[in-house]
């Protein structure tokens, strides 16, 4: 048979999904253990127990000086600067984003400046914006939003401009005022849109928030493992980044399912 | 009354003529069929009275005033593709339209003013023959089904005409001559001009009180953008014409409506004239 007709089956396919998984842990431990093995204070690949004992220590052991829990004070700081500057950039991306695709006159005013402006390099701006905004949060969630609504903008914009016409058409021979195009025909329709291209912004807002940390932080992910960077503290920074990405990818998984429950007639017109 | 006139109205893009010299006019009630080859300006026609497009010169009057020049409810229109909203169910888009109507401002109804309006889309989705359908998405339907539910939606506002894009081209022939049916039923009954493109030169005798073509007459290549289409026949009456053949497909269950009309022509079928048929 040829290779593009062998299917896997759903036990094949998680299989198949984990093996790549299983495979890197296993390098990393063969990769550990060889240098472990020549010389046991190794720092750079530090073994499972290492690791495990030292996210024990910030999970559950409070901080001697500041009497946090520094794992969870660093998440619940990240996260609330992560999705703060989502959900402004979000907000932002919906309104200028539909009034961009759907009123000519705002497309024609707007558009040609947020193409450009969606081209400066955001990191480029951090240090105006912490020259301005000062080393609070109001500056790093600001970046977040700077780096992430433009692109945002862009892609409701298209996809406002994706609905069909025939359907804005039938819409006024129905009596619509703008006003109820946009809230009844164009809003509803751009939302499960709207949550895949946030999906794709979830990346980017963590660079940015990370970046943020990492120059001028008191507490957070980004800023632990910058912090703990200056002791080669291999076997902190590395369950660190794994804990990061499965925030990402579990903020990934909520969006999706939203957009299943939410709008369940959105898969199907998709496809169609 | 209601009646279409066109008065000299040309339609150029550029050098592009596309209309020249329309002169017409459509009675009240009339169901006008366009057809003509590819790109002879009949969809440019039919954009013209649903105010997407506007006249270069002339003038469209509907009952006398000139026709506003954005699409409004006075005008309803069914496409061949994305009639319907995907994100509503089939309910939901023919309350749509008394929704736009009676909440002025979020276009939502709620409480007793929305079931009213879901009451009165019930009888109109039965009329289609949509019964039990109502809380499915459009995705869900057929084609044929999709249009029914296109026509329904378009219907709800009382529009005084109807415009049909080539609104059964997409149908296979068997849904296609049951919607038939429908359509000259919906004609009928309501207070409707309809004006209807169509490829299909046996749906336009089939259904069509009058059947307009278009054509390009002059023939130069290096002038044709210059010339436009004008109308090259209209038939008034096409009763008076023969049958066309009719397909491989008759199908013999398929209802033929009316079986009697009070007061007025008799409404041809593709049987003949709606003769009793018991």
Redo the contacts between chains.
């Keep these: 048979m040829r290779a593009i007709n062998h299917r896997p089956d759903k036990t094949w396919r998680v299989a198949l999904a984990f093996l790549p998984f299983a495979f890197l842990c296993l390098a990393y431990i063969v990769g550990s253990g060889i240098r472990l093995a020549e010389n046991p204070n190794d720092k750079l690949l530090p073994g499972f127990s290492t690791m495990s004992e030292a996210i024990h220590v910030y999970a559950a052991e409070p901080d001697p000086r500041s009497g946090n829990y520094l794992l969870w004070s660093d998440t619940a700081a990240s996260l609330t600067r992560l999705i703060s500057g989502l959900a402004i950039s979000t907000a932002i991306a919906l309104l200028a984003g539909t009034a961009i695709g759907l009123l000519p006159i705002a497309g024609a005013t707007f558009a040609p400046v947020i193409s450009v402006l969606s081209m400066v390099p955001p990191l480029a701006l951090l240090p105006i914006l912490f020259i301005v905004m000062g080393l609070g949060e109001a500056s790093k969630i600001t970046l977040i939003v700077i780096g992430t609504s433009l692109k945002l903008i862009r892609d409701i914009a298209l996809r406002v401009g994706d609905i069909p016409r025939e359907q804005l058409i039938k819409a006024q021979t129905l009596g619509a005022s703008t006003m109820q195009i946009a809230l009844r025909v164009v809003l509803p329709q751009i939302l499960p849109r709207l949550i895949d291209a946030v999906r794709l912004e979830i990346g980017p807002a963590w660079l940015f928030l990370i970046a943020a940390e990492a120059i001028a932080a008191d507490s957070g992910l980004g800023y632990r493992i910058f912090l703990v960077r200056r002791y080669l503290s291999m076997d902190v920074i590395l369950p660190y980044v794994a804990w990061i990405t499965l925030l990402a990818f579990l903020m990934d998984l909520t969006l999706r399912v939203l957009q299943r429950k939410a709008f369940p007639w959105f898969a199907e017109a998709r496809a169609a | 009354m209601n009646a279409i006139v066109f008065d000299k109205v040309w339609k150029e893009y550029g050098d592009h003529v596309v209309l020249e010299q329309i002169n017409l006019e459509i009675a009240t009630r009339a169901f006008v069929a366009l057809v003509g080859p590819s790109g002879c300006g009949k969809t440019t026609f039919l954009k013209m009275l ?1 105010g ?1 497009e506007r006249p270069t010169r002339g003038n469209i009057l509907l009952g006398g005033i000139p026709l506003k020049s ?4 006075d ?3 069914v ?1 061949q ?8 169910t089939v309910l939901g888009n023919v309350i ?2 008394r ?3 009676r909440a ?5 109804l709620f409480g007793k003013k929305r079931r009213r309006a879901e009451d009165e889309a019930r009888e109109l989705l039965a009329a289609v023959g949509l019964s039990g359908d109502e809380n499915k ?4 339907l057929s084609g044929g089904m999709q249009q029914r539910l ?1 026509l329904a ?2 219907l ?2 009382r ?1 005084k005409v109807l415009l049909l894009d080539e609104p059964f081209g997409a149908l296979d022939p068997g849904m296609r001559s049951e919607i038939h049916v429908l359509m000259r039923r919906i004609w009928n009954e309501s207070e409707l001009t309809v004006v209807m493109v169509t490829h299909d030169l046996s749906e336009a005798f089939a259904l069509a009180t009058r059947i307009i073509a278009f054509e390009r007459p002059r023939n130069r290549p290096e002038e044709a953008e210059r010339y436009g289409s004008r109308l090259s026949a209209d038939i008034p009456n096409p009763v008076e014409v023969p049958m066309l053949p009719k397909g491989a497909t008759v199908t013999n269950d398929i209802e033929i409506w009316p079986k009697k009309i009070a007061g007025s022509k008799a409404v041809w079928t593709r049987y003949g004239p709606s003769a009793p048929h018991a």
Excluded: K, M, N, W
């Design positions: 649903l997407e954005e699409p409004d409810s005008r309803g229109v496409f593709r994305y009639s319907v909203f995907p994100h509503l749509i339209g929704e736009f109507e002025r401002g979020i276009g939502r998405y459009p995705s869900a296109a939606q378009a709800i506002r529009p």
